[in-house]
């Protein structure tokens, strides 16, 4: 590992460039004209229109949430971004053989190949492009199975009544601000479907690009694992270095019936701003499942390194008897990043449970704030959580918080708390450069233990990016 | 040319001077003993060998096989083949014993122009490696001295002597803390990696631990200076005497 990482550390962040492509942009500001122009351009059947056009009304009557997250950072203009950019090509979109070479290049450059002859790893990918799907591989040989995954824009078009039911059945256009606008505006996405009693034979990933200047990102996820059906889900995400903050407010929904599994795994670096906290993506995200069928098991698990800002508590409602929940976290906070995560476990179903395994660490002048809900209801009968976070510091100029909430109404329930905030101290450092190794290794190498429990929840391949990651994002914090 | 060889070294930390002029000269393959009362500089010195940053080496030199060793990053000292084995060894939770000792030993076998070696092949060292410290190959799967007993903890250090092979091991009280069946374990580790090609220099309180590990050379500590210089018997005729002899003595010089 040292070799890689020595010299990942010593490279600024490479996900950077921008593709110069000629791309469709939607006149920026936000209104109802431009809630019709997306859904225009998408074709949408009239019931979704007047879906987006409630959220819309709904959002005009919130606020910007700047009371209780632990984050600073100047209101939004909603009316100086753009809600849809699409790249201008000759050939239809989500062609992968007649895609635009520069976008295939694109990929390529991120190290995501999209032909799929190319792909080594069993691993199926729908690439977003700013506004819309690129393309999905794999899509005929995942459908001999039943199992649908192509781009959320496709799903409206071919399974609408998959998507009707479940649009907004965990995640409603009423939840939150963000959610709201994303249910106003969202451009794009992933739509998978995995019928009963299959089990998805690869990986699903999506992956996503932010490319055009002064667009938001909106997109649309939302997972379906039908009865005893189970499928693991990963998705990354990168965007251009620019001097202003983007805005990227995704929703994703996710819904297991009864003895069906879901495994999410994300690994965030979308830009982080640049040493005094110029520009950055604004992370402001809602995740959510529903563990609808008894003995269903939802579980997330995020490293999140990027973005000047992450606001996001990927949540399990555990309805389902017996179901399970888990949640895996890494957040890094490093020069001017805030971030303010966690989850909430909303235990229903009796002997539900739920388990969270929370790690921050903090650099730079970052904050990072673990905000937890862990939620038993009456009806929750024998219901139990574990909950364990740990923070670590680097240097002295960070900070680290944790907000942990716990509501219990049901007596016979259980829940545990585990806290634990630690430094990386100079004997540590010292004792590895004793044995050879250099500074940026030696806390690359202790980092790396402190998050062994949530690496080792993720998918391979993956675990091996975000260890990688983990020493970019913590370049130049000691010393 | 001498493995080691130190002039008038003085080094504080902080505003307090420890090291006040230390002379010694370490040849391939001798055994040095540093002894002296709590508060001499015996554990300061090996830490400044090694780079600790905690110390500021205010005068002097150190000549390491010839190289100057105070201008070396502490990595850079272990890559060239200098070894300490601290008094208190460090905690890293959550990465395997076999894992940190690999990226070690690639790290100094990258330092020396050599190939990395796999973690198949590394497993084939290990297993000849542990019998050198008598144990089995469970320790390897468990974190970096995470919740290790205090005994298993120096036996670790001694493990990792075994596996990075230094030209120069330094031990610092390594028998501080062990009863006495960790105490044969570690020494006899210890006994069985002396060559004619590594140098040692254990540093200890007691005369006890030079019973199991016999130096050629012993020196007694005093106020940051060497107060004494002997063979083995010294090490007998201060565990007679007491500190205060030294202590006395050292005065008388001054």
């Not at chain 1, 906290?277 to 997330?300: E, H, L, M, Q």
Request: net charge negative; hydrophobic share 40%; with cysteine.
């Amino acid at each position: 590992m040292s070799a890689s990482v020595e010299t990942l550390v010593n490279q600024a962040y490479k996900y950077g460039f921008v593709t110069d492509i000629e791309s469709d942009v939607a006149p920026k500001g936000l209104s109802e004209d431009i809630v019709r122009l997306i859904s225009a351009k998408k074709r949408e059947p009239e019931w979704l229109l007047e879906w987006r056009l409630k959220a819309y009304r709904g959002w005009l009557k919130m606020t910007e949430p700047h009371d209780w997250p632990n984050i600073r950072y100047h209101p939004v203009d909603y009316q100086s971004i753009s809600y849809y950019s699409a790249p201008r090509t000759k050939n239809p979109l989500g062609s992968l053989a007649e895609a635009d070479p520069k976008l295939l290049e694109t990929y390529a450059k991120l190290g995501i190949p999209l032909s799929e002859q190319k792909i080594l790893a069993g691993v199926a990918v729908d690439a977003i492009f700013d506004s819309v799907s690129v393309g999905t591989t794999y899509k005929a040989k995942l459908a001999e199975q039943g199992i649908i995954f192509c781009s959320f824009g496709e799903a409206v078009q071919e399974h609408p009544d998959l998507v009707r039911k479940y649009l907004g059945s965990v995640v409603p256009a009423s939840d939150n601000f963000f959610a709201a606008l994303n249910a106003a505006v969202f451009s794009d996405g992933s739509f998978v479907y995995v019928p009963k009693g299959v089990r998805c034979p690869m990986e699903l990933s999506t992956y996503f690009r932010i490319n055009t200047a002064e667009t938001g990102q909106f997109e649309r996820t939302l997972i379906v694992a039908d009865e005893g059906a189970s499928v693991s889900y990963l998705e990354g995400c990168t965007a251009p270095k620019r001097d202003e903050n983007q805005l990227h407010a995704a929703v994703v929904e996710l819904v297991a019936l009864e003895g069906a599994a879901i495994k999410y795994s994300t690994v965030q670096n979308w830009y982080a701003g640049d040493e005094e906290g110029r520009g950055g993506i604004y992370n402001f995200v809602t995740k959510r499942g529903k563990c609808v069928g008894a003995r269903s098991k939802i579980s997330w698990t995020q490293v999140e390194t990027g973005s000047a800002i992450t606001w996001k508590y990927p949540s399990v409602i555990l309805q389902g008897d017996d179901s399970v929940g888990e949640f895996y976290s890494v957040a890094v906070v490093n020069g001017r990043q805030q971030a303010d995560t966690g989850t909430k476990m909303i235990h229903m179903g009796k002997n539900t449970r739920s388990t969270i395994v929370s790690k921050g660490i903090s650099a730079g002048q970052g904050q990072n704030s673990y905000r937890g809900l862990v939620k038993v209801l009456p009806r929750a009968a024998g219901a139990r959580n574990y909950t364990q976070c740990d923070s670590m510091l680097i240097g002295n100029r960070c900070g680290a918080h944790t907000f942990p909430y716990i509501d219990v109404q049901n007596p016979t329930a259980s829940t545990e708390h585990e806290a634990s905030t630690s430094k990386i101290g100079e004997d540590q450092i010292f004792y590895l450069k004793q044995r050879g190794l250099n500074t940026e290794n030696a806390i690359s190498m202790i980092v790396n233990g402190f998050c062994k429990e949530v690496f080792q929840e993720l998918p391979m391949e993956f675990a091996v990016e975000a260890q990688k990651l983990l020493g970019i994002s913590l370049e130049g914090s000691v010393g | 040319m001498p493995v080691l060889e130190i002039r008038d070294l003085r080094a504080a930390a902080g505003d307090k001077e420890i090291l006040r002029g230390i002379n010694l000269t370490v040849n391939a393959g001798e055994v040095h003993a540093v002894m002296g009362p709590n508060g001499s500089g015996k554990s300061t010195l090996a830490q400044v060998l090694a780079g600790h940053p905690a110390y500021e080496v205010t005068a002097g030199s150190v000549s390491y096989m010839g190289q100057d060793l105070l201008d070396m990053e502490p990595e850079e000292r272990a890559q060239a083949g200098v070894f300490l084995a601290f008094q208190y060894p460090v905690e890293i939770p959550g990465v395997t014993n076999a894992y940190f000792l690999r990226a070690a030993y690639n790290e100094i076998r990258k330092a020396r122009g050599l190939d990395e070696v796999d973690s198949m092949d590394f497993l084939d060292l290990l297993e000849q490696k542990l019998k050198v410290v008598e144990w089995g190959p469970d320790i390897m799967s468990r974190a970096v001295n995470s919740g290790f007993s205090g005994g298993e903890k120096k036996r670790n250090e001694i493990l990792q002597l075994a596996v990075l092979e230094p030209r120069l091991a330094i031990l610092d009280e390594t028998d501080s803390g062990l009863d006495i069946d960790a105490l044969r374990i570690v020494a006899s580790g210890v006994n069985k990696l002396r060559a004619q090609d590594r140098s040692f220099i254990v540093v200890t309180h007691y005369q006890r631990l030079l019973n199991y590990i016999v130096p050629d050379h012993v020196h007694v500590l005093s106020q940051g200076r060497i107060a004494m210089s002997g063979g083995k018997e010294l090490a007998l005729e201060l565990e007679a005497k007491g500190y205060e002899w030294v202590d006395a003595a050292a005065e008388a010089v001054a």
